[in-house]
């Protein structure tokens, strides 16, 4: 059985710039690359409640095409601030995929997603589910 987000795989065909542009984004640098830092065909990042894994692969190791439009599943992210968050995305080069929905009959929820620069959908969303888990965890 599924039992929880454990690494999400983005593709680049210039990972170095993939890796400076999600490490502009997330504040933090990516812990591993192989087979170098120098000349990465994959880079990782750990982040986040509960240290989810994103990681960037050279496209060209790729199961499926590639290539300049957005393609891939949507993993939405939580963030607390939707609104801040997407233009941050907006800020730093990404391009609006669908723009802030409410998900549900004012249940809280609400979406919102943009391609990076390179090609992948990067969903974000404010879920009350998430910060209920969160919260039961800490108790």
Partial sequence: MLRGLATVSFYASDVKAARRWYEELLGIEAYYAVPTA???????????????ELGIIDAKYATHQVGPTAAGAIVNWHVDDLEGTLARLLELGATLNEGIVERGNNTGFRTASVVDPFGNLIGIMNNPHYLQILAELKA
Avoid: I, W
């Fill in 38 to 52: 120098e000349e990465p065909a994959y880079v990782e990042f750990r982040f986040g409640d509960f240290q989810c």
